[in-house]
Protein backbone atom coordinates (compact mmCIF):
# COMPACT_ATOMS: atom_id res chain seq x y z
CA UNK A 1 0.00 0.00 0.00
CA UNK A 2 1.17 3.22 -0.48
CA UNK A 3 -0.30 7.13 -1.33
CA UNK A 4 -1.47 5.81 -4.81
CA UNK A 5 -3.48 4.05 -3.07
CA UNK A 6 -5.11 6.42 -1.55
CA UNK A 7 -6.76 8.60 -3.52
CA UNK A 8 -8.21 11.54 -2.24
CA UNK A 9 -8.92 9.91 0.83
CA UNK A 10 -5.30 11.57 2.37
CA UNK A 11 -5.36 14.53 3.29
CA UNK A 12 -1.24 15.03 3.84
CA UNK A 13 2.02 13.03 4.86
CA UNK A 14 3.33 13.42 8.28
CA UNK A 15 6.18 11.51 8.86
CA UNK A 16 7.26 9.79 5.80
CA UNK A 17 9.02 6.08 5.25
CA UNK A 18 12.09 7.31 5.35
CA UNK A 19 11.61 9.61 8.41
CA UNK A 20 10.60 6.66 9.87
CA UNK A 21 12.91 4.65 8.82
CA UNK A 22 15.69 7.03 9.73
CA UNK A 23 14.15 7.63 13.92
CA UNK A 24 14.12 3.85 14.29
CA UNK A 25 17.52 3.49 13.68
CA UNK A 26 18.13 6.04 16.37
CA UNK A 27 16.12 4.74 18.46
CA UNK A 28 17.66 1.29 18.27
CA UNK A 29 20.50 2.77 18.74
CA UNK A 30 20.02 4.05 21.83
CA UNK A 31 17.94 1.13 22.83
CA UNK A 32 20.83 -1.06 22.11
CA UNK A 33 23.20 1.17 24.58
CA UNK A 34 20.85 1.03 26.99
CA UNK A 35 20.29 -3.07 27.15
CA UNK A 36 24.21 -3.73 27.14
CA UNK A 37 23.74 -6.70 25.30
CA UNK A 38 21.46 -8.18 27.99
CA UNK A 39 18.40 -10.09 26.72
CA UNK A 40 14.95 -8.31 26.46
CA UNK A 41 11.16 -9.52 26.06
CA UNK A 42 9.14 -7.10 23.38
CA UNK A 43 5.59 -6.88 23.91
CA UNK A 44 3.68 -5.64 21.15
CA UNK A 45 0.26 -3.93 21.69
CA UNK A 46 -1.76 -5.75 19.10
CA UNK A 47 -2.50 -4.90 16.06
CA UNK A 48 -1.41 -1.34 15.81
CA UNK A 49 2.49 -1.78 16.82
CA UNK A 50 3.07 -4.77 14.32
CA UNK A 51 4.86 -2.54 11.86
CA UNK A 52 6.77 -0.96 15.09
CA UNK A 53 7.94 -4.55 16.44
CA UNK A 54 8.61 -5.40 13.52
CA UNK A 55 11.10 -2.88 12.48
CA UNK A 56 12.12 -2.15 15.14
CA UNK A 57 13.07 -6.02 16.11
CA UNK A 58 15.00 -6.36 13.11
CA UNK A 59 16.98 -3.16 13.79
CA UNK A 60 18.37 -4.00 17.42
CA UNK A 61 21.00 -6.24 18.06
CA UNK A 62 20.32 -7.10 21.66
CA UNK A 63 18.88 -10.33 22.24
CA UNK A 64 14.96 -10.55 22.15
CA UNK A 65 11.98 -13.16 22.01
CA UNK A 66 8.75 -11.01 20.88
CA UNK A 67 5.51 -11.56 22.29
CA UNK A 68 2.18 -10.07 21.90
CA UNK A 69 -0.70 -9.19 23.82
CA UNK A 70 -4.15 -8.49 21.97
CA UNK A 71 -6.30 -5.90 24.16
CA UNK A 72 -9.62 -4.62 23.96
CA UNK A 73 -11.07 -1.27 25.90
CA UNK A 74 -14.56 -0.75 26.83
CA UNK A 75 -16.21 2.28 25.91
CA UNK A 76 -17.65 4.23 23.10
CA UNK A 77 -16.55 5.63 20.00
CA UNK A 78 -12.64 6.33 19.73
CA UNK A 79 -11.73 7.39 23.36
CA UNK A 80 -10.47 4.63 25.60
CA UNK A 81 -11.72 4.16 28.87
CA UNK A 82 -8.73 2.77 30.40
CA UNK A 83 -10.81 -0.35 31.24
CA UNK A 84 -9.24 -3.26 29.17
CA UNK A 85 -10.09 -6.65 28.47
CA UNK A 86 -7.29 -9.24 27.40
CA UNK A 87 -8.27 -11.23 24.12
CA UNK A 88 -5.17 -12.58 24.10
CA UNK A 89 -2.23 -12.89 26.79
CA UNK A 90 1.48 -13.09 26.42
CA UNK A 91 2.87 -16.54 26.08
CA UNK A 92 6.07 -15.50 27.91
CA UNK A 93 6.73 -15.94 31.66
CA UNK A 94 8.03 -12.76 31.95
CA UNK A 95 8.98 -13.07 35.91
CA UNK A 96 12.75 -11.68 36.44
CA UNK A 97 12.79 -10.08 32.77
CA UNK A 98 13.23 -6.91 30.98
CA UNK A 99 10.59 -6.10 29.38
CA UNK A 100 10.20 -3.36 26.18
CA UNK A 101 6.66 -2.34 25.35
CA UNK A 102 6.14 -1.31 21.74
CA UNK A 103 3.33 1.10 21.25
CA UNK A 104 1.91 2.49 17.95
CA UNK A 105 0.84 5.81 19.94
CA UNK A 106 -0.19 6.68 22.78
CA UNK A 107 -2.96 9.13 23.34
CA UNK A 108 -4.90 9.33 26.82
CA UNK A 109 -1.94 6.96 28.03
CA UNK A 110 -5.09 4.88 29.30
CA UNK A 111 -4.36 1.75 27.56
CA UNK A 112 -0.74 1.91 28.60
CA UNK A 113 -1.03 2.85 31.78
CA UNK A 114 -3.50 -0.44 32.59
CA UNK A 115 -1.31 -2.80 30.91
CA UNK A 116 2.29 -1.29 33.28
CA UNK A 117 0.47 -2.38 35.63
CA UNK A 118 -0.85 -5.67 34.70
CA UNK A 119 2.69 -6.42 33.81
CA UNK A 120 4.21 -5.44 37.02
CA UNK A 121 2.24 -7.92 38.76
CA UNK A 122 4.20 -10.49 36.91
CA UNK A 123 7.38 -9.67 38.62
CA UNK A 124 9.03 -8.62 35.74
CA UNK A 125 12.94 -7.31 36.51
CA UNK A 126 11.98 -4.00 34.82
CA UNK A 127 9.27 -2.09 32.32
CA UNK A 128 10.11 0.38 29.46
CA UNK A 129 8.11 1.92 26.86
CA UNK A 130 8.51 2.80 23.31
CA UNK A 131 6.27 4.50 21.11
CA UNK A 132 6.05 5.39 17.81
CA UNK A 133 3.76 8.52 18.02
CA UNK A 134 2.84 10.14 20.96
CA UNK A 135 -0.47 12.80 21.11
CA UNK A 136 -0.38 16.05 23.18
CA UNK A 137 -2.81 14.20 25.87
CA UNK A 138 -0.32 11.90 26.67
CA UNK A 139 1.80 15.09 27.43
CA UNK A 140 -0.30 16.71 29.47
CA UNK A 141 -1.89 14.01 31.10
CA UNK A 142 1.85 12.42 32.61
CA UNK A 143 -0.09 9.08 33.13
CA UNK A 144 2.93 6.94 32.18
CA UNK A 145 6.86 7.24 31.64
CA UNK A 146 7.20 6.46 28.06
CA UNK A 147 11.16 6.14 27.82
CA UNK A 148 11.01 6.11 23.89
CA UNK A 149 9.23 8.71 21.55
CA UNK A 150 9.64 8.47 17.51
CA UNK A 151 7.69 11.43 17.16
CA UNK A 152 5.39 13.45 19.06
CA UNK A 153 1.76 14.44 16.49
CA UNK A 154 -1.03 17.21 17.33
CA UNK A 155 -4.60 16.43 18.22
CA UNK A 156 -4.84 15.08 13.94
CA UNK A 157 -6.50 11.87 13.30
CA UNK A 158 -3.57 9.87 12.23
CA UNK A 159 -3.17 6.49 10.11
CA UNK A 160 -1.08 4.14 8.84
CA UNK A 161 1.83 2.44 9.94
CA UNK A 162 -0.10 0.26 11.75
CA UNK A 163 -2.61 2.84 13.00
CA UNK A 164 -6.13 2.37 11.03
CA UNK A 165 -9.47 3.90 11.01
CA UNK A 166 -12.30 1.31 11.41
CA UNK A 167 -9.65 -1.13 10.38
CA UNK A 168 -8.37 0.71 6.84
CA UNK A 169 -5.04 1.86 6.43
CA UNK A 170 -3.12 0.09 8.47
CA UNK A 171 -0.73 -1.40 5.86
CA UNK A 172 0.54 2.00 4.69
CA UNK A 173 4.46 2.81 5.09
CA UNK A 174 4.18 6.38 6.65
CA UNK A 175 2.03 7.99 9.10
CA UNK A 176 -0.61 10.62 7.54
CA UNK A 177 -3.43 12.20 8.10
CA UNK A 178 -7.45 11.63 7.02
CA UNK A 179 -9.12 13.79 4.61
CA UNK A 180 -11.75 14.55 6.22
CA UNK A 181 -14.61 13.39 3.63
CA UNK A 182 -13.62 9.94 4.69
CA UNK A 183 -15.13 10.42 8.67
CA UNK A 184 -18.16 12.43 7.77
CA UNK A 185 -16.39 15.51 7.79
CA UNK A 186 -16.66 18.86 6.09
CA UNK A 187 -14.22 19.38 3.57
C1 LIG B 1 -4.78 2.05 20.20
C2 LIG B 1 -3.26 2.02 20.37
C3 LIG B 1 -3.08 2.01 21.85
C4 LIG B 1 -4.27 2.79 22.37
C5 LIG B 1 -3.86 4.17 22.71
O1 LIG B 1 -5.26 0.76 20.20
O2 LIG B 1 -2.68 0.89 19.77
O3 LIG B 1 -3.04 0.71 22.36
O4 LIG B 1 -5.25 2.81 21.32
O5 LIG B 1 -4.91 4.92 23.23
P1 LIG B 1 -4.94 5.49 24.73
O6 LIG B 1 -3.56 6.04 25.03
O7 LIG B 1 -5.97 6.59 24.65
O8 LIG B 1 -5.34 4.40 25.66
P2 LIG B 1 -6.71 0.35 19.70
O9 LIG B 1 -7.56 0.03 20.90
O10 LIG B 1 -7.23 1.35 18.72
O11 LIG B 1 -6.43 -1.06 18.97
P3 LIG B 1 -5.55 -1.39 17.67
O12 LIG B 1 -4.09 -1.35 18.09
O13 LIG B 1 -5.98 -2.77 17.30
O14 LIG B 1 -5.86 -0.36 16.60
Do not use: C
Not at 88 to 107: F, M, P, Q, Y
Not at 124 to 137: A, D, H, Q, V, Y
Amino acid sequence: MDVNDMGRDLEKVLVSAKEIDARLSELAKEIDEYYDGEPIVLVGVLRGSVMAMADLARKLHTPLVMDWMATSSYGSGTKSSGVVRILKDLNEDISGRRILIVEDIVDSGLTLSWLVENLQSRGPKEIKIMTMLRKPEAIRKMKVDVDWVAFDVGEEFVIGYGLDYAEEYRGLPFIGTLASHVYGGEE
